[in-house]
C-alpha cells in the first residue's frame, strides 16, 4: 500500500488532528499526501507512532529510509 491510500483509509479528520497536536500546516501535510514535498523525517515517525504503525517510516520514505533509520530492514 502507498502513503496516499493508507492516509486515505485513517479516519474522518484524522489529519487536522494530528497536524494541531504536532503543529504542522495542514496545506504541508497535503503537500506530503500527495507528494508535492518530500515528508520530514520527524514527521513520519510521530506518523508512525500515532497510527500505530499502519503508516510506516518507510512508507513516508520510500526513497531513502534506510539513511534516517538504518534499524529498518
Known amino acids: 500500500m502507498n502513503l496516499k491510500n493508507a492516509l486515505a483509509d485513517l ?3 484524522f489529519a487536522s488532528g494530528f ?3 504536532n503543529n504542522i500546516r495542514l ?3 497535503s503537500a506530503y499526501k500527495s ?3 518530500k515528508m520530514p523525517p520527524w514527521i513520519c515517525a510521530r506518523l508512525e507512532y500515532e497510527t500505530d504503525g499502519k503508516i510506516t517510516r518507510k512508507m513516508c520514505r520510500p526513497d531513502d ?3 534516517h533509520w538504518p ?3
Open 65 to 67: 529510509y534506510a539513511k
Open 71 to 73: 534499524e529498518i530492514q
Open 27 to 29: 496545506s504541508n501535510f
Open 19 to 21: 497536524c494541531q497536536r
Open 35 to 37: 507528494g508535492m514535498k
Open 11 to 13: 479516519p474522518r479528520g
